[in-house]
């Protein structure tokens, strides 16, 4: 009889050695997975500007284009409040990614402005050629 009482002691310890086991476990893989997720939350954030003002992308295709032709325009921002081109073309706004049509007559350097709701501003810019 003791030997019975022996053995339903040994597995209790057992059952209770693997329960805590692969709780301990799923918690380790639930704080890892949490980890990752912070991590590439926090790539993300970063590839897109940290969330404060930031021009990702501002560039033309085609960059050389015949008269009368057009090329677009792409721009993308991050953190900022309003965006404008010089000289202006159709509405623009802020976008991660945007592009907008334009048909220039000759060579013309074109502005991309961003401004954040404190006042900050950045600009690039980009020229597109025009062959006759």
């Given at each position: 009889m003791w030997l019975?009482?022996?053995?339903?002691?040994?597995?209790?310890i057992y059952d209770?050695?693997?329960?805590?086991?692969r709780r301990s476990e799923n918690r380790e893989a639930t704080r890892a997975q949490a980890e990752k997720e912070a991590s590439h939350e926090r790539k993300t954030l970063d590839a897109y500007g940290g969330g404060g003002l930031k021009i990702l992308d501002f560039y033309a295709t085609p960059a050389i284009v015949k008269r009368g032709?057009?090329?677009?325009?792409?721009y993308g921002v991050t953190g900022?409040?309003?965006?404008?081109m010089e000289p202006a073309v159709e509405a623009v706004w802020p976008?991660?990614?945007?592009?907008?049509?334009?048909?220039?007559k000759k060579d013309t350097e074109y502005k991309f402005i961003a401004e954040d709701e404190?006042?900050?501003s950045v600009t690039e810019t980009i020229e597109i050629?025009?062959?006759p």
């Open positions: 019975l009482g022996l053995l339903i002691v040994v597995g209790a209770g050695w693997i329960l805590y086991s032709a057009q090329t677009n325009l792409c900022a409040k309003i965006v404008r976008a991660v990614t945007r592009c907008v049509q334009v048909s220039p404190a006042g900050h050629r025009v062959k």
